[in-house]
């Protein structure tokens, strides 16, 4: 499986960014995927997650009611939809994917990550 994310940017506090992930590979409709994220001298924290075969969502507290994550089988690509955007949720993004069943808040779970897309948000 190989990922790639992409839909970072600079954005105002407020608005509203989807990034997109990517995917290769014949097993991802039954892989679990994920967003997490890590902003500058901080560690990687989980923001998001999706189940594998049309399984349930997942998301950090932070960023619960203002972000959805789903996926698109047909298109092999996982979204991240962020609304309502704050300066804390600036960070560079990562997809993963991972067996179906991990431990979805665990990036050592996750055996496939993506590059990486920078989001920014000014106040």
């Known amino acids: 499986v190989q990922l790639q994310a992409s839909g970072g940017g600079l954005v105002q506090a407020g608005d509203s960014l989807r990034l997109s992930c990517a995917a290769s590979?014949?097993?991802?409709?039954?892989?679990?995927m994920a967003w997490f994220r890590q902003a500058p001298g901080k560690e990687r924290e989980f923001v998001a997650a999706?189940?594998?075969?049309?399984?349930?969502?997942y998301y950090a507290d932070s960023v619960k009611g203002r972000f959805t994550i789903s996926r698109d089988y047909a298109k092999i690509t996982v979204y991240l939809q962020m609304n309502s955007l704050k300066p804390e949720d600036t960070a560079v993004y990562y997809c993963?994917?991972?067996?179906?069943?991990?431990?979805?808040?665990?990036?050592?779970?996750?055996?496939?990550w993506g590059q990486g897309t920078l989001v920014t948000v000014s106040s």
């Open positions: 590979g014949r097993t991802f409709s039954s892989r679990d």
């Open positions: 999706i189940r594998g075969s049309g399984g349930p969502t």
């Open positions: 993963a994917a991972g067996p179906f069943g991990l431990e979805y808040k665990s990036f050592d779970a996750y055996d496939y």
